[in-house]
């Protein structure tokens, strides 16, 4: 097994690396503060690639690997986790679901602007009363006439008020379980649907996020996403690529934190010397570059395995779980490191603090990730 980056590879991370330091850098705690998407962001996105990283040039896509999406994805987490969700997110769930399971006509009219980043997704799964219980979906679609009649609400949204194109998860046979629900593109500005709650959150406050109701929202038979009842299984095919994608994040959080946290302890003093001439600290880095280096490599390892076309189920749980929960030590390390300036908004360590408790909870928590890899393993 060769594991050296190709020179795209190589250049693709250098790029993305002095776009996130030169455009996002700059703004991260403004955003953080206001909660606020930047918007005026998606065009150079977009002008990057970023917006379709996967997908085909066919469809307006950059045409990239898994591989170097999950470069992408871990170079923007490195500079502001909340910008690299919303990359992911659009990409990785709404766009994906559209790609892998939509009409040629539903791709053209949905993917393409999506992929050129003319348009934004949302993708809705989650619910008030169904969230790692997913089967347990409450939102509805029934017939009526050639139309579908969507009643219910998504929560935990990200570009639920912002999103152009959302996918959404709906029962239309209660009596088949989690195969008699089906998935549903809907555009913003129909009727019926509406964006509720905007979340104030712990962390990811750049990335917006919010509830998603839908009242009496009537969309065309051309707006079922697949083969009706098929929508829970495709879900589930999206979140196990989708995974790899937050394992990327986290990989690229971790990173982030550690590397704020190398720079502070050679600059900072004490008992006239840096700190980082104190073994507490030494083995701290040490350990956080070790266990970042085997989550890089397993998040990787899922990467080039859907390159091949092979399921990856356990590899993208295990991938996610590994270096989720990774994250959060590191991030919890160079809150240390820093010290009291670890727990203030002047030093980054702090962000990266608040944002990493996400990646292990969202597409999937932990335990969730513990049960996929137990079931593959015993099955």
Known sequence: MDFRPTDEQQLLRRTIRAFAEAEIAPHVME????????????????????????????????????????????????????????????????????????????????????????????WGLTEPTAGSDAAGTRTTAVRQGSCWVLNGSKTFTTHGRIGDVMVAMAVTDRRRGHHGISAFVVERGTPGMAAGKKENKLGMRASETSEVVFDDCRVGPDHLLGAEGTGFVGALQVLDAGRIGIAALAVGLAQGALDAATRYASE??????????????????????????????????????????????????????????????????????????????????????RDVKLTTIGEGTSEIQRLVIARQLLA
Request: a neutral charge; aromatic letters at 10%.
């Open 31 to 122: 955003w953080d503060e206001a909660q606020h998407f930047p918007l005026e962001l998606i065009p150079k996105l977009a002008e990057l690639g970023l917006m379709g990283i996967q997908f085909p040039e066919e469809y307006g896509g950059a045409g990239m690997s898994a591989v170097d999406y999950c470069i992408c994805i871990e170079e923007l987490a490195r500079v502001d986790p909340s910008i690299a969700l919303s990359v992911a997110a659009h990409n990785g769930l709404c766009a994906s679901h559209i790609f892998m399971f939509g009409t040629e006509a539903q791709k053209q009219r949905y993917l393409v602007p999506l992929a050129r980043g003319d348009k934004i997704g949302a």
């Open 268 to 353: 900072r003093r004490q008992f006239g010397q840096p700190i980082a001439s104190f073994q507490a600290s030494q083995w701290k880095i040490a350990d956080n570059a070790t266990r970042i280096e085997a989550a890089r490599l397993l998040t990787y390892r899922a990467a080039y395995l859907k390159d091949r076309g092979q399921r990856t189920t356990r590899e993208s749980a295990m991938a996610k779980l590994f270096t989720s929960e990774n994250a959060v030590r590191a991030a919890e390390d160079g809150v240390q490191i820093h010290g009291g300036y670890g727990f203030v908004k002047d030093y980054p360590a702090e962000k990266f603090f």
